[in-house]
């Protein structure tokens, strides 16, 4: 079946520092991909997303492409700041179904 | 516009009783999904509708574990009896299937804030 793994965390930076955030899926067909942020005690929330091969999602500084290749679709940002200080989801979505798989999660702490 | 709509937010019962999630989906969204976060397991579908109807529940745990939709604004996951393995946090998302018909996959799921339910 379908599915995403991501790093362990914690990943600990420091303010301005590059994050990246690893992330694969072994999926059927031709998959969506998502990054979610939940930060303490709220929902989750879309960050970015991409929908075919070579995409590029990318919201208040965070990238990711969708690299069919590898199977990959690691989440950067050049330089983190403290409220960036959440968990991050990787999922995906497959062709003809409506529903979410994720990732384990990814709690990223920064400190100033 | 206002988002998912879950209560209660936090919810502390004694094993054996029985405990009723609520959700208001966002108006037009005719997909509504339940999903679980603990520790050990992340986050897990449990149910999800379509158009009020349940297309998924191969999530559900066990029998404990009913989901309802009577009608296109509103949505129940019940579990009686509640046990202690049951505390997690239980999130109701919905979406509405933007793009091409059921092939598109990229459509965005929105998020509650989730109940966080404690059984002791």
């Known amino acids: 079946g379908d599915s995403v793994t991501q790093m362990e965390g914690p990943v600990t930076l420091s303010e301005e520092a590059f994050l990246t955030i690893n992330c694969t899926y072994t999926?059927?067909?031709?998959?969506?991909l998502f990054w979610y942020v939940q930060y303490p005690g709220e929902g989750l929330q879309l960050l970015l997303k991409a929908t075919k091969a070579d995409d590029k999602g990318s919201n208040k500084g965070f990238e990711a492409t969708y690299r069919k290749e590898t199977t990959s679709f690691h989440l950067e940002k050049g330089s983190v700041q403290v409220s960036d200080s959440a968990v991050y989801f990787c999922a995906l979505m497959n062709t003809g179904f409506q529903k979410l798989v994720f990732g384990t999660g990814t709690r990223l702490l920064v400190s100033p | 516009d206002a988002g998912v709509i879950q209560s209660p937010r936090h919810e502390v019962t004694e094993m054996g009783q029985e405990v009723t999630l609520r959700c208001k989906p966002i108006?037009?969204?005719?997909?509504l999904f339940w999903y679980r976060q603990t520790m050990m397991r992340g986050l897990e579908l449990l149910i999800y509708f379509n158009n009020n109807v349940p297309i998924d529940d191969s999530g559900m745990p066990e029998d404990r574990f009913s989901a309802k939709m009577p009608n296109a604004s509103f949505s129940t996951l019940k579990i009686q009896p509640s046990e202690p393995r049951d505390s997690a946090v239980y999130f109701c998302?919905?979406?509405?299937?933007f793009g091409t018909g059921l092939l598109f996959s990229g459509n965005t799921i929105y998020f509650g804030e989730g109940s966080w339910l404690t059984v002791v």
């Open positions: 108006s037009g969204h005719d997909y």
């Open positions: 999926a059927t067909g031709y998959p969506s």
């Open positions: 998302a919905s979406s509405y299937p």
